[in-house]
Structure formats: C-alpha cells, structure tokens
C-alpha cells in the first residue's frame, strides 16, 4: 500500500509569499529609500533603520524555512509578523504603512488596528490551527525530504 505525500499547502505559499514581499522586502526597500534621502524629507534614525531592516531579514528568512516545511520557522513568522503588524496599528517608526504611500491621507487609527487584528489573526489561524502540513509524516518539502524536519 502507498501512501500518499502532501504537497505544501497554496494557502502557506499564499501567506508566506504575501509577508515576502509586503512585511519584508516593500518597508525594507522604503526605509533604506528614506535613509539615502530619495524619498521623504526627514531620515529615520539609526535605530530605527536597524530594526525595520532587522525585522524584514528576519521574515526573509523565515519565510524561506516556511517554504522548506521547517516547523519552527511557523513559530518564529508569526511572531515577527505580530510584533510587525502591532507596531505598525501603533504608529512606530521601525515600520513603514504602505497605505500611506498607495494612498492619499492617512488611515483611521481604528482602520489600522482592525487590519493588523485580521493580519494576525489570520497568520495564528493558519499557522497554529490548520497547520496539519507541518505535522504530517508524510508531507513533502520542495527538496522531497519527508517528515519531521
């Protein structure tokens, strides 16, 4: 009898895809814009820059553990996509709201706290809840390593 093998679900490709580029790779590349004075008429501080650039190298990386089906990689995503999107509903200056730059005007604080309560939510949902991929022995990784990992 053979057993079937589980291919990443489109729902963490989806996810971890959409964190790639608007959690990691968009705030990044517009503070370190900011930082060489190409955009905006202030720089951030240093600190700043080093947490945003920090934060997005870490989504990098634990996106591409997501990809390879690493357990502990979910964990560490979610939390950094909270401590993200929780700074960015309060306004702090290591994120960078990609509303106010696709848009005119800013948000309502309330908009803003409602989009990063979905956000996480959605994230420790699908991570936490549905995460039977991570779990299964026989699901596969981009590399055909089976099992735990």
């Known amino acids: 009898m053979t057993q079937t093998r589980r291919h990443r679900p489109f729902g963490v490709t989806l996810i971890t895809a959409y964190d790639l580029i608007m959690v990691a790779i968009?705030?990044?590349?517009?503070?370190?814009?900011?930082?060489?004075g190409v955009i905006g008429d202030t720089r951030p501080e240093t600190l700043n820059v080093f947490a945003s650039v920090l934060l997005g190298a870490g989504v990098?990386?634990?996106?591409?553990?997501?990809?390879?089906?690493?357990?502990?990689?979910r964990v560490v995503l979610v939390a950094l996509i909270t401590l993200y999107y929780v700074g960015l509903a309060f306004g702090a200056p290591y994120?960078?709201?990609?509303?106010?730059?696709?848009a005119s005007g800013d948000w309502n604080p309330w908009l803003r706290a409602g989009r990063s309560v979905f956000w996480i939510a959605l994230h420790g949902w699908y991570f936490f809840v549905a995460a039977d991929w991570?779990?299964?022995?026989?699901?596969?990784?981009?590399?055909e390593r089976a099992g735990w990992l």
């Open 60 to 73: 990098v990386i634990c996106t591409s553990a997501v990809w390879r089906a690493e357990n502990w990689a």
């Open 26 to 36: 968009l705030p990044t590349t517009l503070v370190l814009l900011q930082v060489f």
């Open 95 to 102: 994120t960078v709201d990609l509303a106010y730059y696709a």
């Open 134 to 143: 991570f779990f299964d022995p026989n699901r596969t990784s981009p590399d």
